[in-house]
């Protein structure tokens, strides 16, 4: 969509790894089965503290919808491609399976989906979200720690949690412009 | 017609390709049949494996053979004419196999034909693979064509491009892994400049391979022309092998200074790590150090020991494509609580089988080509 930038914000003080949103993106895109299939994960930190004050911090990530994206860069066919909006996207007709996108992620954001035979990541739910609604991981997160919205929109719910809180992006030292921001 | 298969060893000879071919084939298939997913040892962190290694080795062979073999044609070292009219055709070979290797590893290498033209980026390092090492066999076969046919004016002419697409194509190559900013242990300017330097090293032996063993199988003595080509590239590879490990060693150096994140684990994986016997024995021992103190040494650099130099080497280099693919990937992408430090890869049966298969298939189609074209003549005596 024009005039539009995609963001998710996330409060991962509020994140209880209760893996909703993997099982809900599975679900709403048909992600094959399988140890290396998914297109969403919720990593867990190191324990924090000593017995019996322990803490841990969990952090749902997915594909950043980087701003500078290294798996668009390499891919031989264009098959991955970004819209106007910043989703990038697979075009899996044009993929040839090199898996050239999976070695230049530094997020390990993709894998090969052997169903449709092209590499498959996560889209924002871009079927969705073109018909205003919002993905489906944000949507079945039940304590709220996803939020979805245009960046470009001053007034969106992701603009407005920006301006409020600092937050930090996943290795901004690789220059990627990640668009999934981490409220600290 | 040449008659095939006299000789019991050429009879055991046939059998041994035949037995390595029908073990590829096999694979093949069942990849055909069941998909990469199910047969293929690769996982979603460590997407390309052996058969990547195995493509680059070849091609690195195919350069390798086509810049040694036309300091003849090209560059008038007459020593080198002897070479000439083998060396290219080896190198044709040894990148059809490569371009069949790679076609196992992609999952549609049809589609790539098509959207490669139809849909192109320039940005990326694998559109340029195709289409330089295209343009490089397309040089690689009119030199061929015309050394068998003796038109010395198209030969030096398509020969000087080969040579020059060689360089590039090649350098490219080195450039697909170290244009990837993720990968720590790649990235950077070095691998394409390294890549043209191991290829030297992998050409010369090559070339004093086919030349030992052309002669043994046919039971002939060499010839002192031969001889004297034989301690000629003794020598080079000697040069080679010093500036291999010259570079070997500067590739370590930046991954341990100061433990640069990721490029430090990766390396240290090569040290001390998984693929440390890898490293030391096959990479350093046997494709480096041991052919290089054979050659290096006016005694030991006979017919024979440029020979075994040469097969040293070449084993070496296979384990040295292999390691540096790998090690690329083991650190993973994504660190979280109770994940390993680094991820491992052993190849399946299938990628083995496959490895093997080209391998064969290679051998195979260059005792036929030695069947069916004259290439002792030619050359200018
Ligand atoms: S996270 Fe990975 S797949 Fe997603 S845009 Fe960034 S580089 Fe590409
Ligand atoms: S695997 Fe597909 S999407 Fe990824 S770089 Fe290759 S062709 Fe492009």
């Known amino acids: 969509m024009k005039n539009k930038r995609f963001a998710i914000v996330l409060d991962t003080r509020r994140c209880i790894d209760c893996k909703a949103c993997t099982v809900a993106c599975k679900a709403e895109n048909s992600v094959p089965l399988g140890r290396d299939n998914y297109r969403n994960w919720v990593t867990e930190e190191p324990l924090r503290g000593s017995y019996p ?84 991981c944000v949507e079945t997160c039940p304590t709220k720690v996803r939020v979805f919205g245009d960046l470009n929109d001053p007034g969106s719910e992701v603009s407005r949690l920006l301006a409020k809180y600092p937050t930090r992006v996943m290795k901004p030292e690789m220059g990627t412009k990640p668009y999934l921001f981490y409220i600290i | 017609m040449p008659t095939i298969a006299k000789r019991p060893g050429e009879l055991l000879w046939f059998a041994l390709l035949g037995a390595g071919m029908i073990a590829g084939a096999a694979a093949v298939v069942t990849v055909l049949i069941k998909g990469h997913g199910e047969v293929y040892n690769l996982t979603r962190e460590i997407p390309w494996g052996i058969l990547i290694a195995t493509y680059v080795f070849f091609v690195v062979s195919s350069t390798g053979l086509c810049l040694v073999s036309s300091l003849g044609d090209v560059w008038g070292f007459e020593k080198f004419t002897v070479i000439g009219r083998r060396g290219h055709l080896v190198a044709i070979l040894t990148l059809l196999t490569g371009f069949g290797t790679i076609a196992m590893e992609l999952n549609h290498p049809l589609r790539l034909a098509l959207y490669a033209i139809i849909s192109p980026n320039f940005q990326s390092p694998i ?84 030349v030992y063993f052309n002669h043994k199988a046919r039971h002939i003595d060499l010839s002192p022309q031969y001889k004297e080509f034989m301690y000629t590239m003794g020598k080079l590879q000697a040069l080679f092998l010093g500036i291999l490990l010259f570079f070997v060693i500067w590739k370590l150096i930046p991954g341990l200074y100061g433990q640069p994140p990721e490029k430090y684990e990766a390396t240290m994986a090569l040290l001390t790590g998984p693929l440390a016997f890898n490293f030391w024995f096959f990479e350093m021992a046997l494709g480096i150090l041991i052919p290089l103190a054979i050659v290096a040494n006016r005694r030991t650099r006979t017919v024979f020991g440029v020979m075994l130099a040469s097969l040293l080497s070449t084993i070496g280099i296979f384990f040295m494509r292999y390691d540096l693919v790998i090690a690329g990937q083991m650190v993973p992408m994504r660190e979280a609580e109770g994940s390993p430090s680094l991820l491992s890869y052993v190849p399946s049966v299938a990628e083995i089988a496959i490895v093997v298969g080209a391998l064969a298939t290679c051998l195979f189609l260059y005792t036929m080509a030695e069947k069916f074209f004259d290439l002792e003549g030619g050359h200018r005596h």
Request: with cysteine.
């Open chain 1, 53 to 136: 004050n322990l803490g841990q911090n969990f952090a749902p990530g997915q594909c950043m919808q980087c701003a500078n994206t290294p798996c668009n860069r390499v891919c031989p066919t264009r098959a991955t491609g970004v819209n106007p909006d910043g989703i990038v996207f697979v075009e899996v007709k044009k993929c040839i399976g090199c898996k050239y996108c999976m070695t230049a992620c530094p997020y390990n954001a993709r894998y090969y989906n052997e169903e449709t035979e092209a590499v498959d990541k996560c889209t924002f739910c871009s079927h969705r979200v073109y018909q205003g609604q919002i993905p489906a």
């Open chain 2, 127 to 210: 559109w340029w693979m195709g289409t330089l090492y295209g343009f490089y066999m397309c040089c690689l076969i009119v030199e061929f064509t015309s050394l068998m046919r003796g038109w010395t004016r198209t030969a030096f002419i398509s020969g000087l491009a080969g040579f020059f697409a060689a360089i590039t194509a090649h350098s490219n190559l080195g450039a697909v892994f170290g244009l990837l900013e993720a990968r720590h242990f790649w990235y950077g300017s070095f691998l394409p400049i390294y890549f043209i330097v191991s290829a030297l090293a992998s050409g010369a032996a090559l070339t004093a391979l086919i």
